[in-house]
């Protein structure tokens, strides 16, 4: 069914692209459409003779990251604006759709209550927005981009519903299409290994430097910026910086101002960037749905997946190594313990994470038989999502072209997006002189 559709009007921002706000108003169930509704939001961009141009939609990164608010037209906005309208999507619970937070969570009631609600935010349903979304504009069917977890939404949209799709281009972002989440963080922890050793060659000191602050830690008298306690495993959590070409060196700076000087006083800069990791308050859904997207019918629960596989790395683990390894996006448990805007949804977490009725996330048989053009940049080094799991996967969907670069991690959409944009969206065109797929 198509979503109810209302827009704002246009604005300009300094350099000059247009600005229109999208309200949208759909099912929470898709399945039952006369049930509850929810608000999701979406903002356009188009240039100031792009009124007609086909749409491009932007699925971003998370689970939970509302769609980018970028100040100036730039990168790989720039690109595709050359080509489309740019439609933002804040999937559902983020940005300025219906949002999931401690406010709004714990008035859906009991856990179980909670829990029931948040079945309802993983990629099938985000993909039904979308298409929803597409016919209240009256798109022909268009062309995606996906970013991390915006490339997992793209499968599953060429899973369900590919008649919307005229091409999809994914960065960073093909998940394993079958089995449990474990397969993944057995890959993401071997990874991470390999770039702390890369990143401590680097900078020698700095592991002298890790070593200092997490004996300060230890003592169990630090507090982060919101009196939460610092633990050895939030300061663990500086190594999502780890993921990026360019956050590598931020951590190096995180680092060498850890201390005040000549004390062993933890400085508040330090602190504020461990928060700045380790919290989620603006994001919950990162830690709620995690481990829940790469969940399958017919699989064990999730069940903390990162927790259970950290016992086949001791390097990483707190218990068993002094100075452990920086972890990457791993969720752990003690996240509700520790987080005060967490502990309200803490059970409804748990109750997510034994969760064992799971639909389906993607359609093998469509993906083997696909015919929309998709082009997938998979990042060799990539710490998130593993180089060999998407590979293996890319393999399982037909029409998909495979471009691998170790020039950028994670991040490289942030980079080099120009660039990037650029090859995919060649890869995806029939030919040299043809118009843009959607056009």
């Known amino acids: ?27 929470l169930d898709h399945s039952a459409p006369e049930g509850e509704q929810i608000t999701v939001y979406a903002r356009e961009y188009r240039t100031a003779d792009g009124q007609d141009k086909p749409w491009l939609l ?4 998370g689970p939970g990251g509302k769609g980018s608010r970028p100040a100036r037209a730039g990168g ?10 740019v439609l933002m999507l804040d999937q559902r619970g983020t940005g300025l759709s219906s949002p ?3 406010h709004t969570l714990v008035q859906r009631g009991s856990p179980s209550e909670q829990a029931a609600y948040l079945q309802y935010f993983r990629a099938p349903d985000i993909v039904a927005d979308a298409e929803a979304l597409r016919v209240a504009l009256g798109s022909e069917p268009w062309v995606t981009l996906g970013q991390s977890f915006g490339g997992f939404c793209t499968l599953t949209y060429l899973s ?3 008649e919307g799709l005229a091409g999809s281009m994914i960065t960073g972002g093909i998940p394993p299409l079958e089995g449990p989440a474990d397969q993944v963080y057995q890959a993401t922890y071997r990874r991470m290994r390999a770039r702390n050793r890369e990143y401590f060659r680097r900078f020698p000191k700095d592991f002298e430097i890790l070593s200092d602050i997490y004996r300060r830690v230890r003592r169990n008298d630090v507090v982060l910026p919101d009196g939460s306690p610092l633990t ?5 959590t500086l190594g999502m910086l780890l993921g990026g070409n360019t956050r590598i060196d931020t951590l190096h700076y995180v680092l060498e101002e850890a201390f005040l000087p000549d004390t062993d006083t933890l400085s508040d800069t330090f602190l504020a960037a461990v928060y700045q990791q380790a919290s989620r308050a603006t994001n919950p859904l990162y830690l709620l749905l995690h481990e829940a997207i790469y969940a399958q019918p017919g699989a064990q629960p999730t069940d903390w997946a990162a927790q259970r596989v950290l016992a086949d790395f001791p390097d990483f683990n707190p218990k068993k190594s002094d100075t452990p390894l920086l972890t990457g996006e791993m969720c752990f448990d003690w996240y509700l313990q520790l987080d005060p805007t967490l502990q309200p949804m803490a059970r409804a977490a748990e109750l997510i994470a034994s969760h064992d009725n799971w639909g389906y996330l993607y359609d093998l048989d469509q ?8 082009a997938a940049l998979v990042y ?22 495979v471009w691998e670069s170790a020039q950028w991690h994670h991040d490289g959409i942030n980079e080099a997006g120009g660039e990037i944009f650029k090859r995919l969206h060649d890869m995806i065109q029939p030919s040299e002189d043809s118009e843009p797929p959607g056009a």
């Open 1 to 27: 069914m198509p979503a109810t559709h209302t827009a704002g009007s246009i604005a300009w921002m300094q350099d000059g692209t247009g600005v229109i706000d999208h309200h949208f108003t759909v099912p």
């Open 58 to 61: 932007y699925l971003q990164g």
């Open 76 to 85: 790989w906005l720039a690109a595709a604006l050359k080509h489309y309208r």
């Open 100 to 102: 999931i937070n401690r």
């Open 160 to 162: 369900f519903a590919p």
């Open 232 to 236: 050895v495993g939030r300061v663990q």
């Open 367 to 374: 993906l083997a038989a696909n015919e929309v053009p998709v």
């Open 380 to 401: 060799t080094d990539d710490v998130f999502v593993d180089r060999d799991l998407s590979v293996a996967a890319a393999r399982q969907v037909a029409n998909l072209q």
